[in-house]
């Protein structure tokens, strides 16, 4: 089975959906094999989203994932990565299809309420980011 890394962020568990963004995620039939609450340091922050460096909104990308906690999470399923993409919806909510996270809970293109992978590469660097292989329950 396949594993995605996904973030509930600050925006989210600012207004308690945690448990609301988890059943959508368990209804898409993934499941939750990893999951703790954390408060991401900057210097957390400024790795995980190095790939977006150059990019204006990186000063403010990194202060919103800093502004409060979030909940980091390994998520497995048959082809978790791209299902989670799915049922994450677009990155700007404006966009995202109906019952999708974002749709349901996004509240800007910055302020999304989720991240999840985009490959296979990059899925294993960002569990390895903030999980030990004991810590992953499958
Ligand atoms: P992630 O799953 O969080 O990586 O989202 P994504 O893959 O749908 O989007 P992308 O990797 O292109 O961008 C990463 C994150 O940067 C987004 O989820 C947003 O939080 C943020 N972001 C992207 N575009 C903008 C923007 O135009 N303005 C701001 N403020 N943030 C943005
Ligand atoms: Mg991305």
């Known amino acids: 089975l396949e594993r995605t890394f996904s973030i509930i962020k600050p925006d989210a568990t600012e207004r308690n ?9 368990e209804k898409a039939g993934l499941r939750i094999v990893a999951q703790k609450r954390i408060r ?5 922050a400024e790795t995980f989203y190095a ?31 791209a299902k989670y993409r ?6 700007n909510p404006a966009n995202a299809a109906e019952g999708t ?23 294993a660097v960002e569990i390895a980011q903030f999980f030990a292989g004991n810590e992953i329950v499958g």
Not at 53 to 71: A, N, Y
Not at 86 to 91: F, L, Q, R, S
Not at 101 to 122: C, M, Q
């Open 101 to 123: 996270i974002r749709k349901l809970f996004a509240k800007s293109v910055g302020e999304n309420s989720v991240h999840g992978s985009d490959a296979p590469e990059t899925a």
């Open 17 to 25: 959906l945690t448990g609301a963004i988890n059943a959508v995620i």
């Open 86 to 91: 799915e049922v994450m919806g677009a990155t």
């Open 40 to 44: 991401m340091t900057r210097e957390q």
């Open 51 to 81: 790939v977006h460096k150059e990019r204006p909104f990186f000063g403010e990308l990194v202060d919103f994932m800093v502004s409060g906690p979030v909940v980091v999470q390994v998520l497995e399923g048959e082809g978790a990565i």
